[in-house]
């Protein structure tokens, strides 16, 4: 079956430009979760989206937003881009309790300059 | 709050060692546990898991056992390949309800021919 699919992998952006990050997960899969990966603070969870409403959020500013849509697909938005949002996004999907685990996308690779 | 702590790495072996990761937690309740793989590129997979204590996941030759008494789940393998070099993460599910696994730092295995 197909997995988590994040496009695009790889974005370069200007200090103060928008950016939206798309995430398809697994079919039949209900909760999306999105998460920064850097190599100085590690995994940080942003948030998590079930049946089409954020369920769970991280502690990140409200810079950064997401939301779902009917058929589970997931976007997340991140506007007025600083350097230090450069980073690793991963996407994560699961059937709803998270018990089986999470399968993850391959991420998107965010620069900004 | 929750949390998981990991030996830092990175982890070098020659191929054919044994192999341990070290990983304690702090939770209430009964979490689940969880190992990650990440490869170089990717994103996590799901490599074992432990939902009660004293159960042994297993997959690909890894082990790791549920230890409730010393709130472990070490990651070990009889004999690592290079292709096995890769980030590890552990992760704890809490019993209640948040969904949301806490992660690991992450522990860098590199494995020589």
């Known amino acids: 079956k197909a997995g988590v699919t994040q496009t695009p992998r790889y974005l370069i952006k200007t200090r103060g430009q928008q950016v939206t990050l798309s995430c398809s997960p697994i079919s039949g899969h209900r909760s999306v979760s999105w998460y920064q990966q850097t190599p100085g603070q590690g995994l940080q969870f942003l948030f998590e989206y079930f049946s089409e409403t954020q369920r769970n959020k991280g502690n990140f500013p409200g810079r950064f937003s997401g939301r779902q849509f009917s058929n589970s697909r997931s976007e997340m938005n991140v506007s007025t881009l600083e350097l230090g949002d450069s980073a690793l996004y991963l996407c994560a999907s699961s059937f709803g309790t998270g018990d089986y685990g999470y399968t993850f996308g391959s991420g998107t690779r965010l620069t900004v300059v | 709050g929750d949390s998981v702590t990991q030996m830092e790495g990175p982890v070098t072996l020659s191929e054919e060692a044994f192999l341990t990761i070290n990983c304690t937690y702090t939770?209430?309740?009964?979490?689940?546990l969880f190992w990650y793989v990440q490869y170089p590129g990717e994103g996590l997979q799901l490599l074992l898991k432990a939902t009660k204590a004293d159960d042994k996941g297993s997959n690909k030759g890894f082990e790791a056992t549920y230890r409730k008494e010393t709130t472990s789940f070490h990651l070990e393998k009889g004999s690592v390949q290079v292709s096995d070099s890769a980030v590890y993460f552990c992760?704890?599910?809490?019993?209640?309800?948040?969904?949301?696994?806490?992660f690991g730092r992450g522990t860098s295995l590199i494995v020589h021919p």
């Open positions: 939770a209430t309740g009964y979490p689940s």
């Open positions: 992760a704890l599910l809490a019993s209640g309800g948040s969904y949301i696994p806490t």
